[in-house]
């Protein structure tokens, strides 16, 4: 398969390895080291998409970051991406590209039809025409736009690909390997700094590999051969290639977005597909040079029209001609280099040249060489619908506002030059305010604002031999602060050949008479006509202009446009650049991924997962888990086709007429230890602390400082100083930081320390009338009779050879322990309770069970502390002492807590006696009133009660005592049911608390 | 993300601390009476100003350590960091 369009010799593309892609369905060849734009092009294609809004046809227009056009969806190694930069993208084994935005196909594309009705599509369109009827714009509108709006399409299979983030700390990060980003670095490094260096491309060297420079007799791509190989064996230096800076923020932290794998034929299971690097540098060399702007003429976006110092790079990296007959339009003297280079290769070029005759090296070498070149001369418009095949150029007035002369010339290519424009996106997101350079018509960065420095093309300097000294300078200065040490290098001799004053033109005037579209944002398809009227229709603000006309907000940022788009607001506006202002740069610089920014944190992942020690047990034995936070609780253990509300039934009933086991280990466990933990205990919980003996544990209700439930528990003093706290699994974290807070900032003259032992301690829950007599099974030795380890009660025991703890406390209000042994005897303990508690009908329960235990027996819980409820709101005031201080103790004398009709707890059973309530509908009088129908409460928590085999339901409702035997109805929108319920004692079994002592 | 000096640990990534709110306001002394405008003050009432605001964090996910950080609210700048036992002017 021939190449027509590529070169014998040129370029740094491997020719020993071919490699066959598709194009829109064509097979086609390319070389290693090709993007798919250069391969592309050396196969003579150049039509590869339609613009966003017109569907006019499209082309390359750069060869990286800039490409506003070559936007493809691409797909490669098993997965399909939309919207990837063609010029970026390089080309691997079987990888297959089609065009986007364009039905039937790119060659005739039905939507090209807004082409031609343009006059119905100019700035703002969409804002008047889709405003009204309202009604209009689900079924209508909105589908329309997204259908012509289509960019790629993204896959909906599952992202099967690895990515991954890392952390990396430096001391001089840089951003960019052309000739200033390569000497910091390298200055940096010989002064002993940990250096970053990262590249967006896959090659080092930046404008090294096509100017045509030599550093200290090599040329510029040998040289920075040379400094690559050198850093790379550096200890303290890090080479990155194919890995782009796309973020500054806050406290010189930096993200950068690496390419591993993409271009990789064959790869290893582990190796990522794309890695995040959160980077926090010391200082950071901004390196990442300029980018050329086009000037802005007719039909400027028709395939075959490139960026002058693109169609260089195509030569001289590639190997690849982008035209055989171009024409060079240019205001400066670099695209001069691009016209050598075409002459170089025996392709014969034609210079237009906005300036006046004039005279530089280049020039002089040009005409020296027999270029054609045109002074005072311009393109007013190309020719050639999916291909430029002629232009008509004119010669430009004094004023450069019309022309003495018009002609038609044959083409096949452009190559445009409106000079250049620094990439200062970087520098600008790390709060840099830029300021405006009148002598390169750009903005460059102003005073540092983080620990940003600027260097090269990046901070306004286009001739290498100020780069490199730039970059020597500031990359050793910056370093040499840090590690006190500085290598002098000597700053090498530099030949480069001298350029002339830049024309300040941007815009190609129009004859008499004629209209083409002058595009100034490609991608978005903003065009003179669009600035003009968002300006008429008394837009100022660029930021308003950006929004009205969509300049710049393309994915490719307008990194070829808004410069041209500020000019011309300017012109029109008769103010200059730096009055209009620029808009913001945010990041990311380019397009990443989603599957970067989420990294490993996917499926299982995505948050850590605690297992309780008896987990596998919970596992092997059918039960079906519930997320407790992290924790993984079992919800009820099924047996047989049981649902979960039969087996919960089971499981609860079985506590109330024998005995269960529940693993409690994810309660929060807290160590108190210090000569003044009861002081301390006694200010945290409500109720007094001081008189608790050794070998007790108290329940304790604590609360924020403005009088609202924090959480309850209980805690037990082990030993005379020594208290150990059990918390909600909720809460557990919060109450943790919320004692220290105390103890650190409030009372540090108390003399205790807390540390969490939730992880240390495994737990489990023995209830049921029965459970005594289990109890006496699993410690013999021990007496455990109502006299020796009564309710609240606690001893230390031996449990078959491991030292165990007794808590005789109850959540399901049963008489009932909770044993804790270390964390690794917590599967021992539990098989040794199976075993043993087999005689007595001893069944594990779950958390299903455990909420209908306690709802029925109106114990609270997380739905009724739910950040709104003081103590009597839930009948918990009687552990609320009236004689001492404790936190939030203030807040609860406030008058709104203490009105009579504030909100209580109460019960609630179904008038039917069947009908389960919703948990969270609302309690109103009327089920029928006119809306809004008023609110007397709501459902917290709801169950079926096993002791009375109906629901039961707790609430909380206003002067909720005093509603006790009334009627309501519980109203549930969400599930459509409302309920006639009656309203109870929120105590439905054994309100005495009998069970608990017995 | 911000780079926060615990006093403790040294410079560590925001990810490892949680903000704790205005570092300014004292809690009324336990056991004696306060007025219950000065209550109403302590528990609700929060200046945010813009600029200088001295915070409290926890190293979380460090040494757990209650600190003081002295930051611009507009800009995040950090001034100093400080046990919560010292001042910060
Ligand atoms: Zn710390």
């Known amino acids: 398969m021939s190449q027509p369009f590529r070169l014998n010799k040129e370029g740094l593309i491997n020719r020993n390895k071919k490699i066959s892609f598709t194009f829109n369905g064509k097979k086609l060849f390319g070389y290693e080291g090709d993007t798919i734009a250069s391969a592309l092009i050396a196969n003579g294609i150049h039509l590869v998409g339609r613009s966003f809004k017109y569907h006019r046809p499209r082309g390359f227009f750069g060869a990286g970051v800039e490409e506003p056009n070559a936007k493809l969806q691409v797909e490669f190694n098993g997965h399909s991406e939309p919207n990837v930069n063609a010029t970026e993208m390089e080309l691997v084994e079987g990888l297959s590209a089609t065009s986007q935005n364009c039905w039937p196909s790119v060659n005739f594309d039905i939507g090209a039809i807004n082409n031609f009705l343009k006059m119905f599509f100019p700035a703002g369109f969409y804002y008047k025409t889709f405003m009204w009827p309202k009604s209009f714009w689900y079924k209508i509108y909105e589908p329309f736009i997204r259908k012509a709006a289509g960019l790629g399409v993204a896959s909906i299979e599952k992202d099967k690909e690895r990515y991954e983030h890392k952390f990396e700390y430096c001391d001089l990060l840089v951003t960019g390997s052309g000739p200033s980003g390569l000497a910091s670095a390298y200055a940096a490094a010989k002064n002993g700094a940990k250096v970053i260096l990262a590249e967006d491309k896959p090659r080092f060297g930046g404008t090294l590999l096509t100017d045509d420079v030599s550093i200290d007799n090599l040329s510029g791509k040998d040289w920075a051969e040379k400094i690559i190989t050198e850093l790379k064996s550096m200890p303290n230096v890090t080479v990155k290639n194919r890995s782009q800076v796309f973020g500054y923020y806050d406290h010189n932290m930096l993200v950068m977005f690496e390419r591993v794998s993409d271009h990789l034929e064959k790869k290893s299971k582990f190796t990522p597909r794309q890695r995040l690097w959160y980077i926090r540098a010391k200082e950071t060399i901004l390196s990442t040079g300029s980018i050329e702007r086009p000037i802005v003429f007719g039909n400027n976006d028709t395939p075959g029209i490139f960026l002058s110092a693109a169609a260089k790079e195509y030569m001289k990296v590639y190997g690849v001609l982008v035209g055989k007959k171009p024409l060079i339009f240019t205001n400066n003297d670099s695209a001069y280099e691009t016209a050598l280079e075409f002459k170089k290769n025996n392709v014969e070029p034609i210079i237009l040249d906005t300036r006046e005759e004039l005279s530089s090296e280049l020039i002089d070498e040009a005409k020296s060489k027999g270029i054609d070149i045109r002074f005072s001369h311009g393109v007013i418009v190309a020719n050639g619908y999916k291909k430029v095949k002629s232009a008509k150029i004119g010669k430009l007035n004094k004023d450069k506002n019309s022309f003495e002369k018009i002609e038609t010339v044959d083409c096949d290519c452009i190559c445009v030059s409106g000079f250049w424009t620094p990439s200062v996106h970087l520098a600008s997101q790390s709060g840099n305010k830029l300021k405006y350079e009148e002598r390169i018509d750009a903005f460059i960065p102003d005073k540092k604002k983080q620990h940003e420095t600027s260097v090269g093309a990046a901070n306004g300097s286009f001739t290498l031999e100020e780069s490199l000294k730039n970059g020597f300078e500031n990359g050793s200065n910056l370093s040499a602060k840090i590690t006190d040490t500085k290598t002098e290098i000597a700053i090498p001799n530099v030949n480069e050949k001298k350029y002339g004053a830049h024309d300040k033109f941007w815009c190609m005037p129009l004859p008499k008479n004629e209209n083409p579209k002058r595009f100034v944002d490609f991608q978005n398809d903003v065009s003179v006509s669009d600035i003009e009227i968002a300006l008429r229709e008394g837009y100022r603000s660029i930021e308003h202009v950006k929004r009205y006309t969509t300049l710049g907000m393309a994915t490719d940022q307008g990194r070829t446009s808004n410069l041209n788009g500020l000019q011309l607001v300017s012109n029109i506006e008769n103010k200059i650049v730096p009055e209009v202002g620029h808009t913001t740069f945010r990041p990311p610089f380019t397009p990443i991924t989603i599957g970067t920014i989420v990294g490993r944190e996917v499926g299982m992942e995505y948050m850590p997962t605690r297992k309780t020690p008896m987990h596998e047990w919970h596992e092997k034995n059918n039960a079906v888990f519930v997320d407790a936070g992290a924790w993984k609780r079992p919800r009820y253990y099924k047996q047989g086709n049981e649902t979960l509300f039969e087996a919960s039934k089971r499981e609860a009933k079985n506590v109330r007429e024998n005995v269960g086991i529940c693993d409690v280990t994810t309660l929060g466990k807290i160590d108190i230890k210090g000569p003044d933990a009861a002081e301390f205990l006694n200010r945290v919980y409500t109720n007094a602390w001081m008189k608790l003996p050794v070998g007790k544990a108290r329940y304790g209700l604590m609360l924020r400082e403005d009088g609202i439930v924090m959480d309850d528990g209980t805690t037990t003093r082990i030993s005379e100083n020594h208290y150990h706290m059990t918390t909600t699994t909720a809460q557990a974290a919060n109450v943790l930081s919320h004692l220290e807070y105390y103890l650190q900032i409030v009372w540090p003259e108390l003399n205790v320390n807390v540390v969490s032992t939730t992880e240390q301690w495994a737990g489990a829950a023995i209830a049921g009338p029965k459970s005594r007599d289990m109890l006496s099974k699993l410690y013999p030795d021990l007496d455990v009779s109502n006299d020796s380890l009564p309710f609240m009660g606690y001893k230390e025991a031996d449990f078959f050879g491991v030292p165990s703890r007794i808590f005789r406390i109850s959540f399901s209000g049963e008489l009932a322990y909770e044993i804790n042994v270390k964390s690794d005897h917590g599967m021992f303990m539990w098989e040794k309770m199976m075993e043993v508690g087999k005689e007595f009908g001893n069944q594990p329960y779950g958390t299903e069970a455990l909420s209908t235990l306690r709802i029925e027996m109106g114990h609270v819980a997380g739905p009724e502390l739910d950040g709104r409820t003081i103590p009597s709101d839930v009948s918990l005031n009687g552990l609320v002492s009236k004689k001492k201080d404790f936190i939030g103790k203030n807040s609860l004398g406030r008058e709104a807590f203490n009105v009579e009709s504030r909100q209580k707890i109460v019960g609630l059973i179904p008038i039917d006696r069947k009908s389960s309530i919703p948990e969270g509908s609302h309690i109103v009088q009327d089920q029928n009133a006119k809306l809004p129908n008023p609110k007397l409460g709501h459902v917290s928590s709801s169950c079926w009660s096993v002791e009375n085999n109906n629901p039961f339901s707790l609430a909380i409702m206003k002067d909720g005592k005093n509603m006790i035997g009334k009627k309501f109805f519980a109203v549930s929108p969400l599930k459509n049911k409302s309920i006639e319920v009656e309203v109870i004692s929120s105590h439905y079994v054994d309100p005495e608390g009998k069970r608990v002592r017995s | ?89």
Request: proline share 3%; charged share 30%; aromatic share 12%.
């Open chain 2, 1 to 89: 993300m911000l780079y926060i000096k615990c006093p403790y640990c040294g410079f560590r990534a925001q990810k490892e601390f949680s903000y704790g709110g205005d570092a300014t306001v004292k809690r009324p002394n336990i056991n004696e009476e306060v007025s219950s405008e000065d209550w109403d003050n302590f528990v609700y009432m929060r200046k945010s100003p813009r600029g200088k605001h001295i915070e409290l964090w926890q190293h979380i996910a460090g040494c757990r350590q209650w600190i003081k950080v002295q930051r611009d609210t507009a800009t995040h700048e950090i001034f100093q960091t400080a046990k919560v036992t010292e001042e910060i002017r």
